[in-house]
């Protein structure tokens, strides 16, 4: 899987609307969409920008294109800090507003994307739609987001995953700093996780240190994950954060000190049980850490893009750029 972009928008007044609109059709040139899926990501960004707006007080639309083996897909997620949605199903309803508009939003969404998502309560609403050919579901499912520090048009955080029909891959990485330099240390280090996808998490992380001493460095994590042997392995450089949720109880992975490209004492692979009710969290310092997804009722059942954006949304610390990958049984 292939991360071609993310772009975030900020939903603020009438005009973020209208950069929204813009940044999809720059995403469908991007991802090389027919018309017909051209025009749906036009509709639906356009409509989930001003759901933002008027029901939401503002928030942000973020768009994600990834590239794999089925096609191109679209990912939207819009995230705003409201009040919530009283009554989701009545709200799904043709016809039903409560802001004066026509009310034809979020059961139309539903009908024109290929996934859709809706997660509200506390803290507000977030909704996920996808438009396209492909699918970025195997035996996991997966999401992650990546923003720039606020003013930057380049992010110094990266993350990437693939799968095989046995094994799933994912990488975050943390630049450091921000801008430019730390976004070069970033795209080093997934291209270098692209050329040695089949070594393990340690043996990766080692690739990468050699490859970022011409840069300014990064910290980083690997995680691996083996479904059909119940296995997740984890390793991890810096600062990054990582939990593992499963049987109701999370507990943390183990980064160890060190700065890639620079200074890395040692490696060390930790193993833990994959299972069905599994979620695997590791995000970077963008983030704080004091967060609880049991706090968000039935947010862990529902898709890693929608657990991504409430962790974005509650826990960005907005003074650098932000990073989080979710992995989740499929």
């Known amino acids: 899987m292939e991360i071609a972009f993310t772009e975030s928008v900020a939903i603020k007044d009438a005009s973020s609307v209208g950069e ?19 025009g749906e990501l036009a509709i639906l960004t356009t409509e989930v920008a001003r759901n933002v707006l008027i029901h939401g007080g ?16 679209a990912r939207i997620l819009a995230l705003d800090s409201g009040s919530g949605i009283e009554n989701l199903a009545e709200a799904m309803k043709d016809g039903f507003s409560t802001a004066g508009t026509m009310g034809a939003g979020l059961g139309a969404m539903k009908r024109l994307a290929r996934h859709f998502e809706v997660f509200t309560g506390r803290g507000g609403t977030m909704v996920l739609l996808e438009v396209g050919e492909g699918s970025a579901k195997d035996q996991v499912d997966f999401a992650g987001v990546a923003l720039p520090y606020p003013g930057e048009r380049v992010c ?23 801008g430019l330099g730390a976004a070069e240390a970033a795209q080093e280090a997934v291209a270098t996780v692209r050329q040695r996808i089949s070594k393990s998490p ?25 479904p059909g042997e119940k296995k997740l392995t984890y390793a991890g450089i810096g600062n990054i954060s990582a939990s593992m949720l499963s049987k109701g109880v999370s507990r943390s992975l183990v980064s160890h000190n060190g700065t890639l490209g620079m200074i890395m004492q ?22 704080q850490s004091k967060w609880d997804l049991l706090s968000y009722p039935g947010l862990i ?16 610390r907005h003074r650098d750029d932000a990073g989080v990958v979710v992995l989740k049984a499929a």
């Open 20 to 38: 929204v609109r813009r940044s999809a059709a720059a995403a469908a040139a991007k991802l090389r969409l027919d018309e017909t899926r051209a």
């Open 58 to 73: 503002g928030g942000q639309v973020i768009i994600a294109g990834l590239e794999n083996s089925g096609g191109p897909l």
């Open 156 to 178: 110094g955080d990266g993350w990437y995953c693939e799968h095989a029909p046995s094994r799933t891959v994912a990488v975050l990485v943390d630049g450091l700093g921000h």
């Open 202 to 226: 340690g043996e990766i992380l080692n690739y990468m240190h050699d490859a970022l001493k011409k840069t300014r460095g990064a910290v980083a994590a690997v995680v691996e994950v083996r």
């Open 266 to 287: 040692r490696v060390q692979e930790f193993h833990t049980e994959w299972s069905p009710d599994s979620v695997f969290v590791m995000h970077s310092d963008g983030l």
């Open 301 to 316: 059942l529902r898709h890693p893009a929608l657990i991504c954006g409430a962790l974005i949304r509650d826990f960005r």
